[in-house]
């Protein structure tokens, strides 16, 4: 059974930095293409960032490059969103996601809140 496991998230003042991590189990992260996403009540999900285990290749919204940073660790089966710099409109509920065969697989979501 596929299951992703989200923490991390948090409250912090704006410039400050939150690491997400995305604890998997029931599978392997290789072959799959990962992805962090986020909503806010009223608005659509929108994607963050990707990484394709295949070749570690990495995607960012425009929103988030230069901020933000995916990774993986292969022995723990985990994937993470560092996030520096955060601004209030990165406030949100974060999602890690992992895509294979056609099908996503998702979390159950952390709230990221970036006040002061």
């Known amino acids: 059974q596929v299951q992703l496991v989200e923490s991390g998230g948090g409250l912090v003042q704006p410039g400050g930095s939150l690491r997400l991590s995305c604890a998997t189990s029931?599978?392997?992260?290789?072959?799959?293409?990962i992805g962090w996403f986020r909503q806010v009540p009223g608005k659509e999900r929108e994607a963050v960032s990707c990484?394709?285990?295949?070749?570690?290749?990495?995607t960012y919204a425009d929103s988030v490059k230069g901020r933000f940073t995916i990774s993986r660790d292969k022995a723990k089966n985990t994937v993470y969103l560092q996030m520096n710099s955060l601004k209030p409109e990165d406030t949100a509920v974060y999602y890690c996601a992992a895509l294979k065969g056609g099908l996503w697989y998702w979390g159950q979501g952390t709230q990221v809140t970036v006040s002061s």
């Open positions: 990484i394709t285990t295949s070749d570690e290749s990495t």
């Open positions: 029931g599978f392997l992260l290789d072959g799959y293409v």
